[in-house]
Each structure stands twice: as C-alpha cells, then as structure tokens.
C-alpha cells in the first residue's frame, strides 16, 4: 500500500487549506515526504515531472501575490515545487504526479492547497533550477492548518463552491449516452466517486468519463471551460492538469481494490456526447 491508510479515506480528508501554524514539519515526515516525491517522476503518458520541497521564505510567500484569491495563504512552512517538460500530455501527467504529492502529504496529517498558474519568472523557479524547456503549471504550499476556519478562508471557499460537486448525472455515461449508474459502474463505482469529489480549478469539474457497455473499459474526456485560460494569471492549461489529478483519483482507487487496468491513448470517435468533448485517454480494465 502506497498510503498508511485507504486512499479513499486520504481523498475524502482532503481539502484546501490557505491558513497555516507556525509550526515546523517534522524531520522523519520531510523525510518520507521528500523519498515519495523522489521516486514520483513519470506519469501515465510517459512524460517525466520533477519536484522538490522547500521551507517557505518572504520571497516564495511574494511570489503568490499576484493570484488574486491564491495570494491569501496565510503562514506556509514549506511548498512542493514542481516542474514539467513543456511536450504533449505533460500537464495530465503533471496532475497526476503533483496529487499524489498532495495526497501523501495529507497522508502526513499536512495541509496542502492547489495553486495553479505560471510562475516561470518567480522565485520558486529558481528555487527548481527551472530549464528553458520546462513550465512550472502549480505549487502547493505544506504545514498544519490551523485549527478553525478564518472568514476569509470560509469567503474563499464559499465563493468558488470548493465543497459543491457535480452528480455523477452531469459526468459519468454509458456508451448509449444515458448517465451511468452505480450499479452500472460495479467494482469500478468507488474510483468514479473518488474523481467525482477531486479538486480542479475554479471547481470546474472538467471530467466527463463514457463506459463501454458490458466491459471494464472508460474513457475520458475533458469538457473545456473556454473562459479559464483567458484569466490573466492562469497562463498553464489547467484543465489538463485536472484531468491528470482525477485519473491519479481513479486509478489509485481501482489499485487498491485490486482492479488491474492500463492507460491507452486510442479515441474511439464516439457519437452523442463525446463529440462535444475533449477526449483524452482511456483506462482498459482486466477481466477482475
């Protein structure tokens, strides 16, 4: 087991946390924490991610200002920094490695909370000795959180519906085009649920996943938010990065519960639903 617990436990626990304690990260936890993110280098699709972890500094801290709602994290202890070959498919991967990341940390009992944007030019590239190759699309800032919410987090997490999420209606569907039930789903319907409740930007939910009917196969499709990346600060495809962290959701799920599959990039060019969607990969289970 990769987690000392479930992950599905880890991913219901976890949430943004923007207010921290001033208190340290323990030496054997930046140890663990440091050997995983070591050894979590390549993703789905093949293309490598590199990152580190850092104790914050007032520079890092001035490096978030400029992102609006994202500058307001109060008091961080550390970040995770991580950075990307700028080639096909790297923002998937980039989600998926960067999660768990997130997860592990939270594993730690540390709070962590997804900033996206770019930050090429900041002090955290420089922190990862960023190549001219490479894109740095989000950091997360690591500590303890504190004990009770603050108003303005509360405000934060209000105003962006951090805690709202889609019904599995609005993104699960059978091949017919018909939304996929539970009972439909199987053994698969945990790690549905768990890409149901991970974190994206602007809590835009992008995923829209189609089943093959009779068989253990899904495909996902990313259904584009047009209007995000017109954002100033969000100059990094996000919606690919979220893409990435939902199918680290549903595979580290379906791993755990001992259902084997593989990744495959092969559009089935489906009608209906799909032919409004972004397709992105498909995930081929075995016979279990």
């Known amino acids: 087991m990769l987690f000392s617990e479930p992950v599905v436990n880890i991913i219901r626990r976890r949430k943004s946390i923007r207010s921290y304690l001033d208190t340290?990260?323990?030496?054997?936890?930046?140890?663990?924490?440091?050997?995983?993110?070591?050894e979590n280098v390549a993703g789905p699709f093949g293309t490598k991610s590199r990152f580190i972890f850092i104790t914050a500094t007032t520079q890092d801290k001035e490096a978030l200002k400029g992102?609006?709602?994202?500058?307001?994290?109060?008091?961080p202890t550390g970040f995770i920094i991580?950075?990307?070959?700028?080639v096909p498919h790297s923002l998937e991967d980039f989600g998926y490695l960067m999660e768990k990341n997130i997860l592990m940390a939270t594993n730690l009992g540390l709070g962590t909370c997804w900033l996206g944007g770019t930050f090429n030019a900041s002090g955290f590239a420089q922190k990862i000795a960023l190549q001219n190759n490479e894109v740095i699309p989000a950091v997360?800032?690591?500590?303890y959180a504190v004990p009770k919410i603050t108003l303005v987090d509360s405000v934060i997490r209000n105003s962006t519906g951090a805690d709202k999420r889609k019904p599995w209606s609005s993104l699960f569907f059978n091949k017919d085009d018909k939304p996929l039930s539970v009972e439909?789903?199987?053994?698969?319907?945990?790690s549905l649920e768990m890409v149901r409740l991970a974190p994206s930007a602007s809590n835009l939910q992008p995923?829209?996943?189609?089943?093959?009917?009779d068989l253990n196969t899904y495909h996902f499709y990313m259904k584009r938010n047009p209007g995000l990346k017109q954002i100033f600060f969000?100059?990094?495809d996000?919606?690919?990065v979220d893409i990435g962290i939902g199918m680290c959701h549903f595979e580290l799920t379906a791993s755990e519960e001992g259902l084997r599959g593989k990744w495959n990039i092969n559009n089935p060019r489906l009608k209906g639903t799909a032919e409004k969607l972004e397709y992105i990969t498909t995930w081929i289970g075995g016979n279990q």
Do not use: H
């Not at 995923?207 to 009917?213: L, M, T």
């Open 140 to 143: 997360t800032p690591v500590g």
């Open 67 to 75: 992102l609006i709602t994202y500058g307001m994290i109060r008091n």
């Open 184 to 190: 439909q789903a199987g053994r698969y319907a945990t």
């Open 234 to 236: 969000m100059k990094s």
């Open 82 to 86: 991580g950075a990307t070959e700028n």
């Open 24 to 38: 340290p990260v323990e030496e054997n936890k930046k140890e663990i924490l440091n050997k995983s993110i070591s």
């Open 207 to 213: 995923w829209r996943i189609i089943k093959e009917n």
């Open 238 to 240: 996000l919606q690919r």
